[in-house]
């Protein structure tokens, strides 16, 4: 970015994760609202990387974060910006700061720090940062120790009150008696994530933060040093954590919380979308709808101020819905991964689209719906429960009997749909008698679809020597 800040033109969001882990699906989300907030307003959406942890950040992340992004399809209009290469910048707006005044060098050791916190806490005060090093009018201050490298303090007005209207919470007040003289840069000169996003909110001039409420007691600390650079102030808002289903904190161990654990489980990207939009925003009692539905109708003044709650179950739901809006053959190229995972390799490609049309109703999950038809292409056996309940000795012979009239018929739904009844009609038995005897030989199952359509979708050959022809 230019020394300058940018001229801002429009609503400009940005997304900025760091890149110490996965996508999580809180993240997702308010990367949702953040893109679908500027696409509403006709806006630009950024993507930064806030990789300045350089003890946790790795590439492994940054690629898992891209891959996240790309898999639900959040395009974004620039970027992506990385903070480690924007230091000059940054060291730049602190030499500004201390030469304003508005920021100053503090050379306490950690020591200092540890005994200062241990005192004030011993006279039941709250431990803080006594602000020895400030400089002040009229104030002395302490000689220069040797051998300490100082951080970068910024100088927090010492009375009032900074406060916002935030877009989600409403109004939000804090005391500036209440707030520190905040690090800005630490000894080796490094600058602190407080002070880099407000340089690059002011740079990329941004006029919309949409965050998590976890940041809500940065934001004070930030309106404080975007005043003290005579910066424009973006619009902050705060949305809510995601919680477990019994209101509990979600957590890595207990629940799937990166966005590529869904792709994993099945989930599509449209259908996760639509869950994570409902997810503490509503628009009446519209559960389902398109991408561009959700961009038009999108407002923050309907994101919910109360924490909502993750039901694996509804997400299933909506997945199940927008499976059934899918063509097969997008299904199909998704299923085989869970194929090659479930051992079948030696798949037929018209016949695997055939068997997805038939079953992609049925089922809540691209993985559930491999699962499914992975008795088209590996061999079965059909429970002995099964065989048991259905393929009895009155039965048995008519068997036969279909088989030796399905060898001759033509392969196709109409004519099998035909041959079956007619073995019905001359045994005198009811039609499941025969349809599910035949389920349970050639499916290793009794739930499928129509019987004739299942066999139809099955070479010919497949279906008489599973019925023992």
């Not at 891209?66 to 230091?87: I, K, V």
């Not at 005192?119 to 803080?128: D, N």
Request: proline share 6%; charged share 25%.
């Amino acid at each position: 970015m230019s020394v300058q800040a940018a001229v801002s033109s429009g609503v400009r969001t940005r997304f900025a994760p760091s890149p110490t882990g996965f996508l999580h699906i809180g993240g997702a989300r308010t990367a949702l609202f953040s893109y679908a907030y500027a696409r509403h307003h006709g806006g630009k959406f950024i993507l930064r990387v806030e990789d300045t942890d350089l003890e946790r950040s790795t590439p492994a992340s940054v690629k898992a974060i891209f891959d996240a992004m790309e898999w639900l399809d959040l395009e974004y209009d620039e970027g992506p910006f990385f903070q480690m290469q924007r230091m000059e910048r940054y060291k730049e707006v602190l030499a500004g700061m201390l030469e304003a005044g508005t920021a100053y060098y503090c050379y306490c050791s950690k020591e200092e720090l540890e005994t200062m916190r241990a005192e004030q806490e011993a006279r039941g005060e709250k431990p803080r940062y006594d602000r020895r090093w400030r400089p002040e009018a009229g104030k002395v201050l302490p000689a220069v120790p040797a051998g300490v490298e100082p951080v970068i303090r910024f100088k927090t007005p010492l009375t009032g009150v900074v406060g916002w209207d935030d877009m989600v919470k409403g109004r939000i007040e804090f005391s500036n008696e209440e707030l520190d003289d905040l690090i800005i840069a630490r000894p080796d000169g490094t600058p602190t994530y407080n002070f880099c996003v407000v340089v690059d909110d002011w740079d990329m001039g941004i006029t919309q933060v949409i965050r998590g409420d976890d940041h809500v007691n940065n934001t004070p600390r930030q309106i404080n040093i975007l005043l003290a650079l005579n910066a424009p102030l973006p619009q902050y808002g705060h949305v809510p954590m995601i919680l477990r289903e019994d209101g509990q904190k979600m957590s890595k161990r207990f629940d799937a919380v990166s966005v590529m654990q869904y792709q994993e489980m099945g989930i599509l990207p449209e259908a996760l979308l639509n869950y994570l939009a409902r997810l503490g925003w509503g628009h009446g009692d519209d559960e389902l709808f398109t991408r561009a539905q959700f961009i038009e109708w999108f407002d923050t003044r309907n994101v919910s101020g109360s924490p909502s709650r993750f039901d694996l179950q509804k997400l299933k739901w909506v997945n199940a819905h927008y499976m059934k809006q899918s063509e097969a053959s997008r299904l199909a190229a998704l299923a085989l991964p869970f194929l090659s995972a479930a051992g079948v390799t030696d798949v037929d490609a018209a016949r695997l689209e055939s068997a997805v049309a038939l079953y992609k109703d049925r089922a809540e999950t691209v993985k559930d719906l491999a699962e499914a038809v992975k008795f088209f292409f590996v061999p079965v056996a059909a429970p002995a429960e099964l065989v048991t309940q259905h393929v009895t000795e009155a039965v048995q012979p008519w068997l036969g009997a279909l088989a030796e009239k399905l060898s001759v018929t033509d392969w196709s739904k109409e004519a099998i749909a035909a041959t079956m009844k007619a073995v019905v009609g001359e045994s005198g038995l009811k039609f499941p008698q025969v349809a599910m005897p035949v389920r349970a030989l050639v499916c290793g199952t009794t739930q499928t679809p129509s019987i004739d359509a299942v066999l139809a979708a099955l070479p010919k050959e497949l279906v008489l020597q599973r019925l023992g022809s």
